[in-house]
Nanobody, 123 residues
Framework: EVKVEESAGGSVRPGESLRLSCTAS????????MAWFRQVPGKEREWLSC???????YYNASVEGRFTISRDNTRNTVYLQMENLKTEDTAVYYC?????????????????WGQGTQVTVSS
């Protein structure tokens, strides 16, 4: 069984930064696409970004230019660096591991999920 676990989120003020990390157990971490999502109560889950096994990255327009996804396969870890946070970034953030790797990780089916971590941006 794969275990996906996000780091603790936090509370920050608008304009500040925060980095989330996520580890996934199991072998061959580097062979799987990884992604970040977020969800606000009462709204659908929103895809934010993904990074493929080939290190190709994609971003939702809502976060492009402010968020950066990266991975360290030696640590089985994927990161989400969030800059210039806005109040509308407040949500529960989820990390997910794909079923494998695709030409574009935007098309990957994400099947293993973390429990989520709260990020609150408020003045």
């Amino acid at each position: 069984e794969v275990k996906v676990e996000e780091s603790a989120g936090g509370s920050v003020r608008p304009g500040e930064s925060l980095r989330l990390s996520c580890t996934a157990s199991g072998r061959a971490f580097g062979g799987y696409d990884m992604a970040w999502f977020r969800q606000v109560p009462g709204k659908e889950r929103e895809w934010l970004s993904c990074i493929s096994s080939y290190l190709l990255t994609y971003y939702n327009a809502s976060v492009e230019g402010r968020f950066t996804i990266s991975r360290d396969n030696t640590r089985n870890t994927v990161y989400l660096q969030m800059e210039n946070l806005k109040t509308e970034d407040t949500a529960v953030y989820y990390c997910a591991r794909g079923s494998g790797t695709e030409h574009s990780c935007r098309n990957t089916e994400y099947i293993d999920w973390g429990q989520g971590t709260q990020v609150t941006v408020s003045s």
